[in-house]
């Protein structure tokens, strides 16, 4: 591995990290409310990608993918008592989704497969959050999310390998 992949690699995971001490911090002190669907999708499509993406061959990308797993677990829980109460239509849809996913991967057993998959269901995952926000936007912390996508650029220069599976 290139030593300015894998350092890029480990810069986008420290930045993804660190995108969520704001978020964790607005949400500690009740200017951020996440939706717990959202985050309860991310933290199960975050974990699921990071084995997936592992067993399909990423190696300096892969710090994103743990880093992603270990925030999302945590903003989850927070969101059980701090998050947007209930679950509307859309959300349960949306678990539905990531709930099929995670069926499919078990089925399939197959890595690049249930990556592709985990990314579908990432994306479902967005919708609830991205229509609170847009109702609400207030309600989400911009900075770290500045920082998350800034840690995605990085981490475009930790790609080694640009095969289909390792670059999504």
């Known amino acids: 591995m290139d030593s300015i992949h894998r350092i890029a ?3 986008a995971g420290a930045l993804t990290l660190a995108a969520f001490a704001p978020y964790i911090w607005a949400i500690l002190h009740g200017e951020t409310t996440p939706n717990r669907a959202s985050w309860f999708i991310w933290a199960l499509v975050c974990a699921m990608t990071a084995l997936t993406y592992n067993a399909s061959g990423a190696q300096a990308t892969i710090f994103v993918a743990y880093a992603y797993a270990a925030a999302t677990v945590v903003v989850a ?14 959300d349960w849809v949306c678990m539905a989704g990531a709930g099929a996913s995670l069926v499919s991967w078990l089925v399939f057993r197959n890595a ?12 479902l995952a967005v919708v609830p959050t991205w ?3 847009h109702l609400h936007p207030a309600s989400e ?8 996508t800034a840690a995605m650029a990085v981490n ?10 390792i670059s999504a």
């Open 9 to 11: 690699g480990w810069l």
């Open 77 to 90: 829980i927070l969101s059980v008592r701090y998050g947007e109460p209930g679950a509307s239509w859309l």
């Open 141 to 148: 912390n911009r900075l770290s999310w500045t920082i998350s």
């Open 156 to 165: 475009l220069i930790a790609v080694e390998d640009w095969s289909p599976h």
């Open 131 to 133: 229509r609170k926000a």
């Open 112 to 123: 690049p497969t249930a990556l592709y998959l985990s990314i579908l269901v990432d994306f």
